[in-house]
């Protein structure tokens, strides 16, 4: 009888264990990739499987992981601090003396702070260093903090809303920069604040972006309108705000394409959406470009072209997490006067904070 009992529980473990085996293998077809927010972030991960796209894959091995503590923003800028702070290690360890400055100009250069915003800075923290007869090198660090906080401070970062519903928030920039990820990690922002979203997949060029975007608004709980691959991507965002004014809510973000034949086109295309985005009834209150951090100076040159082409009122600097990069920062507020609004450190839907630029250098500086 034991033996029986033994046999037929062993024989219900290996029917219920294979038939979930066949769920799964069965399920795992066909299945779009999950956003990427379920590959790293949260209380869960994804073990690592090479990055598909829209491609078709397995349905991913979820491994549960303890809580995590939040990570602050200076682990969080790991690599950007290492800039900096390799450099400082040296400096403090000496007094003040002529190579000091040579190696805080380094510094700042090799972050990609901007080589004249990077000349003029120094300029000014060694004329005060001088004026006040500073020697500690560790007060001098103290000056600089502060002068990068002064120049950092004075612009606009908030988020801004029309005074008539819907506001329209046009993401631009080129290909791969983070357009699509930044509006759904956006989107639950505000759909969490009790906005009422609606996303528009303007990048009609690329194929996996409206996918990518439709799973990023079902996440978030906002609308999205979508075209066909190809079609004009100024009449989608119309759909999408005459759709938000229809259903009375508020807030549009819309995609754009960052990939045209030529400059020229991209441009003309830009401006384009811009005015049709206008021509229902919505308004357009924020133009925020988007920037990959790991570009560095080139990203100083995109903001250029799109400037020029659309009033930009805001940066999102993605990818801050992957880069030494931080100082561009500096370089986009103090040559172009555009104020960064937004900071992407990661895929996952946290991982998009308001850019505190006093939280920033001090992160930054820490030793
Ligand atoms: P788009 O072409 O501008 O719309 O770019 P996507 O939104 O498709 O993003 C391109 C890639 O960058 C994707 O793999 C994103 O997951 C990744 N990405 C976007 N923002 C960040 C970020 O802040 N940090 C990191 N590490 N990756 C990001």
Do not use: C
Not at 152 to 172: K, T
Not at 247 to 254: E, N, P, S, Y
Not at 284 to 304: F, H, M, P, Y
Request: no cysteine; charged share 25%; glycine share 12%.
């Amino acid at each position: 009888m034991e033996i029986l009992i033994i046999v037929l529980v062993v024989a219900g473990l290996v029917l219920v264990g294979g038939g979930a085996y066949l769920y799964r293998g069965r399920s795992g077809q066909g299945v779009l990739e999950p956003p990427a927010e379920t590959r790293t972030g949260g209380d869960t991960a994804v073990l690592d499987r090479p990055d598909a796209g829209d491609t078709l894959v397995d349905e991913p091995v979820v491994v549960e992981e303890p809580p995590a503590v939040k990570p602050t923003l200076r682990e969080r800028l790991g690599k950007a601090r290492g800039a900096f702070t390799g450099y400082l290690g040296s400096i403090l360890a000496r007094g003040v003396d002529e190579q000091t400055w040579e190696e805080l100009e380094e510094a700042l250069i090799r972050a990609d702070v901007g080589v004249p915003t990077a000349l003029s800075v120094i300029e000014a923290v060694r004329d005060k260093a001088t004026a006040e007869k500073i020697t500690e090198s560790a007060e001098v660090v103290e000056m600089l903090k502060d002068e990068l906080k002064v120049r950092l401070s004075g612009l606009d970062r908030e988020l801004h809303f029309a005074d008539e519903a819907p506001s329209v928030w046009l993401f631009v920039g080129v290909n791969g920069v983070g357009k699509t990820t930044t509006i759904g990690k956006l989107g639950k922002r505000q759909v969490d604040a009790g906005h009422s979203v609606v996303m528009a997949a303007g990048d009609t060029f690329r194929a996996a972006a409206a996918e990518q975007l439709t799973m990023w608004a079902e996440r978030a709980g906002a609308d999205i309108i979508r075209g066909n691959e190809g079609s004009d991507p100024s009449a989608v965002i119309f759909d999408a705000v005459e759709s938000a004014a229809a259903k009375g809510a508020d807030l549009v973000l819309a995609d754009t394409a960052g990939r045209l034949h030529n400059k020229s086109n991209l441009m003309d295309e830009l401006r384009k959406v811009r005015r049709v985005s206008e021509k229902g009834a919505g308004t357009v209150s924020e133009v925020l470009l988007v920037i990959d951090a790991t570009t560095g100076q080139n990203g100083l040159t995109q903001a250029q072209v799109f400037a020029e082409a659309v009033e930009v009122t805001g940066v999102v600097l993605t990818k801050l997490d992957g880069s030494a990069k931080g100082g561009i920062v500096m370089a986009i507020q103090g040559e172009l006067g555009i104020p960064v609004k937004l900071v992407g450190l990661g895929e996952g839907v946290e991982d998009l904070i308001d850019f505190d630029s006093d939280a920033f250098v001090d992160a930054l500086f820490e030793v």
